[in-house]
């Protein structure tokens, strides 16, 4: 069972924020952060960034239920066994290279700036072929590799 609805109605809370201004932030409705919070349903993978921000919490404290409410400060540098490796990609273009069956459709074929850390998660942001500007968190267990694209 995941708990995010909780964590996110319990730190919600503790910021001093309603659902109205919680909902306001994120450009969603009330009734949508009511449903995050009943855990009804889940916010979309794009959110699950905007709402760490505002909470003050990881992504990973979000998406995972073993994490306490003292692991919740923010975590913006990848795990201990990347971290010199993939903090030196941070504010580059890159290609991305997927394992089979984890592709991201968004991102295929589009070099992506590499924006910053998420405890396992990698946020990213892109042009999308329609020219529409893309932000995504991408797992890191799904990258592959990366090729650095040169300017």
Same mark, same amino acid.
């Given at each position: ?20 201004? %919680?909902? !306001? ?32 919490? /990881? ?38 290279? %997927?394992?089979?069956? !984890? ?12 924006? /910053? %850390? ?6 990213? /942001? ?18 592959? /590799? %990366? !090729?650095?694209?040169?300017?």
């Amino acid at each position: 069972m995941n708990h995010m609805g909780e964590k996110i109605a319990a730190k919600r809370k503790a910021s001093g924020l309603t659902q109205i201004e %919680f909902a !306001e932030k994120l450009s969603v409705t009330r009734q949508t952060v009511s449903r995050w919070e009943a855990g009804t349903v889940m916010p979309d993978i794009e959110k699950i960034s905007d709402i760490a921000s505002i909470l003050g919490v /990881s992504c990973d404290y979000l998406l995972k239920d073993d994490m306490e409410i003292g692991d919740a400060s923010s975590v913006t540098t990848p795990s201990a066994g990347n971290g010199k490796l993939l903090s030196g990609i941070v504010g580059k273009k890159v290609k991305l290279g %997927f394992y089979d069956g !984890e592709t991201d459709i968004d991102l295929y074929d589009l070099v992506v700036t590499v924006d /910053s %850390f998420e405890g396992n998660w990698m946020k990213v /942001s892109a042009q999308s072929k329609k020219g529409t500007m893309i932000e995504k968190l991408v797992p890191l267990a799904s990258i592959l /590799s %990366f !090729e650095i694209v040169k300017e």
